[in-house]
């Protein structure tokens, strides 16, 4: 499909008071702005407090200002912002809201577009979107876009239910799931390290890689959202939607055109091959975790049993880790390890690619061999590629030494890489659905997830809390490793500022 590269849409957040359209949508809608990557906009926000539009526009000034660099232009940007005071399940506030909508529309000409950004509690999704049919906001003479932030449902079941609600109102190619890791700059350069280069298709299988590593560590604890993350958990916040996405990325066959459907069906491909792990065999693929106290930058930080809006005898885990095969020709015995959790060593999301040894070993001395050839991406905070060669060590004789190739994405550029919520928000208005979660992942995920967390919520985990805030998880994460033969690259050690 050809995309306009110049959009034109009346945008409207739902949720607009909240801290994603606060820290995330308003800096990101500017960054676009700024950029002249919009053509004819407005943006209604909706929420419940009542603000007249000027105390709105006021809070979406400051917000770029914080969260971005303003320019003479700001006042501009934010003249375009509109604010709707709203009780999402009230039939009247809907109807207003679509007065107001009609007015914009005629005002700047938006050729009856509109996108519905719903950047609140999921429990609301499904009664907005019925509302916004039901009540006629979505009768229009443009495009009519859903874009809803995760979690999409609490396992499969309910998913079912929310997907069946936002399809009354929506089709699915109206609906843009956000996982913002695809937004992400080097999550977006995995195809193309992998598809764009000679060098490493060919070695893309399990004759030439031993395994691959997928690491996502936090820093911070629960913070606030002890509520939300009881229910929740690491894998469900985390192993779902973000790490099962990375893997999809990494393992997927070529597509044969770089299209949304195309490479879309490649990764539900992947989903579907996804070994289940089920009953018992939950214990020998996965390990959970939950942090204890410990010691973050010499601050004594508290156990998560002692956060807000924690129980004291939580059994919800903050730190997965996970081998997961995918059985197909490609990858048959190959691992691919997933780890994350909070209150960990570092902030890092990095994936690694190990390459086999070589069929001898020249170069070997007993207190000595010779190094694997690792891939690393280096998604977050830094952005970057290393490739970990041997290459002869200076001077005299032939020892063999580790060199590290490196490209740091950011280094280079000398700019900033666009945040993941300015290329998704764009994405979203230029009709570019590719990287949003299609439902068959959605729901391929869900029940791939949904057979592990049924083991863990039937059983207590007597060791929690079983790792030290700042360290890098349960030894149980390591053991995981070791019983194949492998152990996990300290994440630390190769990055890419290091080289
Ligand atoms: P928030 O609690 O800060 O904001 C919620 C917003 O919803 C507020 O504007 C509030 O006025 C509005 N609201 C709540 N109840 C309402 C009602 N009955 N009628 C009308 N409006 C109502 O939440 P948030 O952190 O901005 O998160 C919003 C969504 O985005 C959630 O689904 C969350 O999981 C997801 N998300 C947030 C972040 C983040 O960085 N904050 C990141 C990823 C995903």
């Avoid at 994350?340 to 902030?347: E, H, I, V, Y």
Wanted: net charge negative; hydrophobic share 35%; with cysteine.
């Amino acid at each position: 499909m050809a995309h306009t590269e110049k959009p034109t849409a009346l945008i409207m957040i739902f949720g607009a008071t909240g801290d994603l359209a606060n820290r995330k949508l308003f800096p990101s809608l500017y960054n676009l702005y700024a950029k002249g990557k919009l053509d004819k906009f407005a943006v209604v926000g909706v929420a419940r407090r009542s603000l007249t539009n000027e105390e709105f526009q006021l809070r979406v000034k400051e917000s770029v200002t914080e969260h971005g660099e303003a320019e003479a232009n700001i006042d501009e940007f934010v003249s375009k912002f509109y604010y709707h005071s709203h009780d999402v399940t009230d039939s009247s506030s809907y109807i207003a809201l679509g007065k107001l909508a009609e007015d914009l529309d005629g005002h700047y000409g938006l050729d009856g577009n509109r996108i519905f950004y719903l950047a609140m509690a999921p429990e609301f999704f499904g009664t907005i979107a019925e509302h916004l049919k039901k009540d006629n906001l979505t009768n229009v003479s443009g495009f009519k876009r859903l874009v809803i932030e995760k979690p999409f449902g609490h396992d499969l079941e309910s998913a079912k239910v929310l997907n069946k609600q936002i399809r009354t109102a929506f089709s699915e190619d109206e609906i843009y799931r956000i996982d913002h890791y695809l937004g992400k700059e080097m999550v977006q350069n995995i195809e193309v390290i992998r598809f764009a280069n000679a060098m490493f298709e060919p070695l893309w299988n399990n004759r030439y890689i031993s395994n691959i590593q997928v690491t996502s560590s936090e820093t911070l604890g629960v913070e606030e959202r002890g509520r939300y993350y009881e229910k929740s958990g690491a894998l469900r916040d985390m192993v779902q939607n973000h790490m099962l996405q990375m893997v999809s990325l990494l393992a997927m066959e070529p597509p044969i055109k770089l299209t949304t459907d195309e490479i879309r069906s490649e990764k539900v491909r992947v989903f579907r091959a996804l070994r289940p792990i089920t009953g018992e065999a939950v214990n020998d693929y996965f390990v959970r975790g939950q942090y204890g106290k410990g010691s973050m930058n010499e601050k004594v930080v508290p156990a998560y049993r002692q956060e807000e809006m924690v129980d004291p005898d939580s059994n919800t885990e903050t730190f997965v880790a996970g081998k997961l095969m995918i059985d197909n020709f490609r990858w048959a015995g190959v691992p691919f390890y997933i780890r994350t959790g909070k209150r960990m060593k570092a902030k890092s999301t990095k994936i690694v690619i190990q390459f086999k040894d070589i069929p001898m070993d020249l170069y070997y001395k007993p207190e000595k061999t010779v190094n694997p050839n690792l891939l690393v991406i280096h998604i977050q905070p830094e952005e970057g590629i290393t490739l970990h060669l041997n290459a002869k060590k200076s001077g005299q004789g032939t020892d063999a030494t580790p060199v590290k190739l490196n490209y740091a994405n950011k280094g280079i550029d000398g700019l900033n890489t666009p945040e993941a919520y300015e290329k998704l928000l764009y994405d979203s208005l230029r009709g570019d659905a590719t990287n949003f979660t299609h439902w068959d992942e959605v729901a391929l995920s869900w029940s791939f997830v949904d057979n592990i967390s049924e083991v863990w919520e039937n059983t207590k985990e007597p060791s929690f809390p079983n790792y030290e805030s700042g360290s890098m998880g349960p030894d149980a994460a390591d053991k995981l490793l070791e019983k194949d033969g492998f152990f996990w690259w300290p994440i630390t050690e190769i990055d890419v500022e290091n080289c």
